[in-house]
Structure formats: C-alpha cells, structure tokens
C-alpha cells in the first residue's frame, strides 16, 4: 500500500503481493477441508450407534 501511494507504482505485477494472495486462498481452503473432515467424521461416528472409544479396562486406584 506504501508503495501504491507514495511511489505510484502497481501492486499487481509483485511477486510477493501475488504469492501472499495465493497463500491467503490456499489457507482458506485448507481451512474448509478440515471443516469438512471434521462433519464426515462426526457423521460416521454417530451413523454406527457405538461409541467412538471403548473402555477395555477400568483399573481402581487403591489408597
């Protein structure tokens, strides 16, 4: 933006202005994947009707 508006020049033709607007939609996207996985995920488990860990062993604790 500094350079926009003191020096008149362009931002487009940057590569770092480029690479960072690339970054910026790359991190949305994996954002919206993890989202995703995360709604399948919850989706299956609760389509089985079992729980998502089982307990094989309680072990008491003896004082």
Known sequence: IVMRVFFNQGLADRPLFLLSI????????????????????????????????????IIDKKD
């Open 22 to 57: 690339f970054m910026i939609f790359i991190g949305i996207q994996l954002i919206t994947m993890g989202l995703l996985a995360e709604l399948i995920t919850r989706t299956y488990h609760e389509a089985q009707n079992k729980p998502t860990y089982v307990i094989r062993e």
